[in-house]
């Protein structure tokens, strides 16, 4: 389905945000990209969608391909009726609109009936929606904002859905639940999911394979199985040390870091 090769993206023609990343989605798996803030993760995202024009970047080298055809140079409609549908980081919801408007608006690109059906599947899957559906999209709780942001995702029935940091605010236990309806999805409709997670341990648990970059490249990818074995991901990923304790996070911060995939 959805296959990066080696994209080169720059911004203002002078900063190189990505370097030579590559990464895969087929259908129903839910991959993972994993690295630190300024790593270049949302990036890769915009590219895919089509949406680096705004800040003034550029896919400068390589290939991304959906179904074997070629998204670099389409315009963001394009590629949101080709099936991508991306959830940005901080939910960028139309405020002063109702939540209702909002996800009208996420079912743009489909006719009448197709949009009732899938407004009333979003309601099926979010209750809480539902319940707020005539409210005022600014004023709702960061979790409902999350709910109203991936329901209006959802509209227009995506085949590969682009997650940036779904947790990012959330008390643990209501990001278990949006957690559990994304795998959820995977499974029933075979939809694809990339998500960018900063929880690493949580994207992990649900995933099928996992990215991790670092300076705008990715650095190493494995099974989650593998990965959270790996001592180097161990300790600066899931906050393990060396023994196999929980270490410190503001210790993890300043440590200086020896990774082997770096020297």
Do not use: C
């Not at 995202?45 to 070629?70: A, C, M, N, W």
């Amino acid at each position: 389905m959805l296959a990066v090769s080696n994209v080169q993206i720059n911004y203002d023609n002078v900063i190189e945000a990505v370097r030579e990343a590559s990464l895969r989605v087929g259908p129903g798996e839910i991959v993972t990209l994993l690295g630190s803030n300024g790593a270049g993760k949302s990036t890769i995202l915009k590219g895919i969608s089509g949406v680096l024009y705004p800040e003034e970047g550029e896919i400068i080298g390589g290939t991304i391909t959906f179904d074997g055809e070629s998204l670099v140079g389409r315009r963001p409609d394009e590629i949101v009726r080709a099936g991508i549908i991306m959830v940005p980081e901080g939910r960028q919801l139309f405020e002063p609109l109702t939540v209702e408007e909002n996800l009208l608006m996420g079912g743009i690109t489909r006719d009448r009936a197709e949009v009732a059906e899938s407004l009333e599947r979003v309601f099926t899957i979010f209750p809480r929606v539902r319940q707020k559906r005539a409210a005022i999209a600014g004023y709702l709780s960061g979790v409902e904002q999350q709910m109203v942001a991936i329901g209006r995702a959802l509209m227009s029935r995506p085949r590969l859905l682009m997650l940036d940091e779904p947790s990012l605010g959330l008390a643990p236990q209501i990001v278990a639940e949006i957690f559990a309806v994304i795998v959820d999805l995977a499974a029933r409709d075979n939809l694809g999911v990339l998500l960018v997670e900063q929880n690493a341990e949580l994207a992990l648990s649900i995933a099928r394979y996992g990215y991790i970059i670092e300076n705008g490249r990715v650095v190493l990818d494995d099974t989650p199985s593998k990965l959270m074995q790996n001592e180097d991901v161990r300790e600066f990923y899931l906050g393990f040390g060396k023994t196999g304790h929980r270490r410190n996070m503001r210790d993890v911060k300043h440590y200086k870091r020896r990774k082997r995939w770096l020297s």
